[in-house]
């Protein structure tokens, strides 16, 4: 069954897990040199692929183990027009990285037939402090470029993760819908509660679902410690809307983690248990993982504490 042609699987209630802080693994775990943090630069080469692969398999694993589903979030968060060029990539270079990576999504479901994948779409420019601020139409214009590759692969849907403003996730959600593809918009957020750009949650979801046709499949929050976003989700939309969490293991700010030079990787017991009390905040919570500085540990204490 593919979720584009259905009502998304997370309706029926049944759990998703996904992975957690791909770059941060890969970086302090495995030693890696990620240029401009683009995991999708791996894919050049088959060593690469096979790291990607290995990076992958405890998370579905996890999944299985526990008769769970797992999105599949492709490892392009990078891989859009203006970061290629930076990285010094054409623009037929970009699409076939971006086709190799829904390729090896692809490969996760021989291990496990309850995985959806996901595209995953990253900001056009700094995931937390934009120097430049899109409007929707060219927010729509700039990511039409990867969201048409997506369509034209086995990707069911697309994330685009880590957003900072709300006219960017605006322009996303309509490329996406322009395609037949259902999307998930993910906000980050500062340690008041608010998006980097100032707005509040529950206004920003307000504004992209006024100015869409359809509107996102769901929301969710990523690239923030619980205690960041747990006093905002009171309001009616946010409670109803946001199905998904990808929390990062520490609670230090975003200006703080730009400045680390080592990785804070938390505490999974203490993180997990905030991931089981936000059950509560957010009925229609299903879709859990998580960011920065978190790993398979994270995730399978997460998914203990809220699927027992």
């Given at each position: 069954?593919?979720?584009?042609?259905?009502?998304?699987?997370?309706?029926?209630?049944?759990?998703?897990?996904?992975?957690?802080?791909?770059?941060?693994?890969?970086i302090?775990?495995?030693?890696?040199?990620l240029?401009?943090?683009?995991?999708?630069?791996?894919?050049?080469?088959?060593?690469?692929?096979?790291?990607?692969?290995?990076?992958?398999?405890?998370?579905?694993?996890?999944?299985?183990?526990?008769?769970?589903?797992f999105?599949?979030?492709?490892?392009?968060?990078?891989?859009?027009?203006?970061?290629?060029?930076?990285?010094?990539?054409?623009?037929?270079?970009?699409?076939?990285?971006?086709?190799?990576?829904?390729?090896?999504?692809?490969?996760?479901?021989?291990?496990?037939?309850?995985?959806?994948?996901?595209?995953?779409?990253?900001?056009?420019?700094?995931?937390?402090?934009?120097?430049?601020?899109?409007?929707?139409?060219?927010?729509?214009?700039?990511?039409?470029?990867?969201?048409?590759?997506?369509?034209?692969?086995?990707?069911?849907?697309?994330?685009?993760?880590?957003?900072?403003?709300?006219?960017?996730?605006?322009?996303?959600?309509?490329?996406?819908?322009?395609?037949?593809?259902?999307?998930?918009?993910?906000?980050?957020?500062?340690?008041?509660?608010?998006?980097?750009?100032?707005?509040?949650?529950?206004?920003?979801?307000?504004?992209?679902?006024?100015?869409?046709?359809?509107?996102?499949?769901?929301y969710?929050?990523?690239?923030?410690?619980?205690?960041?976003?747990?006093?905002?989700?009171?309001?009616?939309?946010?409670?109803?809307?946001?199905?998904?969490?990808?929390?990062?293991?520490s609670?230090?700010?975003?200006?703080e983690?730009?400045?680390?030079?080592?990785?804070?990787?938390?505490?999974?017991?203490?993180?997990?248990?905030?991931?089981?009390?936000?059950?509560?905040?957010?009925?229609?919570?299903?879709?859990?993982?998580?960011?920065?500085?978190?790993?398979?540990?994270?995730?399978?204490?997460?998914?203990?504490?809220?699927?027992?």
């Open positions: 069954m593919r979720y584009r042609d259905h009502l998304p699987q997370l309706d029926d209630g049944r759990l998703f897990l996904t992975d957690g802080g791909i770059e941060t693994v890969l302090f775990h495995e030693g890696l040199e240029p401009l943090f683009a995991a999708f630069d791996l894919l050049k080469d088959e060593a690469g692929a096979e790291m990607l692969r290995r990076y992958y398999a405890p998370f579905v694993s996890e999944a299985a183990s526990r008769g769970l589903g999105v599949a979030e492709s490892p392009t968060w990078r891989a859009s027009p203006r970061w290629a060029r930076e990285l010094g990539y054409s623009a037929e270079q970009l699409d076939g990285f971006n086709r190799r990576a829904i390729a090896l999504m692809e490969e996760l479901r021989a291990d496990h037939p309850l995985v959806v994948i996901s595209g995953c779409i990253g900001p056009s420019d700094d995931g937390y402090n934009p120097a430049e601020r899109f409007s929707a139409d060219a927010a729509e214009a700039y990511h039409a470029t990867q969201i048409a590759t997506f369509a034209d692969t086995a990707a069911d849907m697309v994330s685009a993760i880590t957003m900072t403003y709300a006219e960017e996730a605006i322009g996303i959600t309509r490329a996406a819908v322009a395609v037949g593809l259902p999307v998930a918009i993910s906000f980050t957020v500062e340690t008041d509660g608010r998006l980097p750009s100032g707005q509040s949650l529950a206004e920003a979801l307000a504004q992209v679902d006024r100015e869409t046709d359809a509107g996102p499949a769901y969710m929050i990523n690239c923030a410690h619980p205690t960041h976003f747990e006093t905002v989700l009171g309001d009616e939309l946010v409670r109803t809307r946001v199905r998904g969490v990808r929390a990062n293991a609670a230090l700010s975003h200006a983690l730009d400045e680390a030079t080592e990785l804070d990787e938390g505490d999974p017991a203490d993180l997990a248990s905030r991931y089981s009390a936000l059950t509560a905040q957010l009925p229609n919570l299903t879709v859990l993982g998580g960011c920065c500085g978190t790993d398979q540990r994270h995730v399978a204490a997460i998914a203990a504490a809220v699927n027992d």
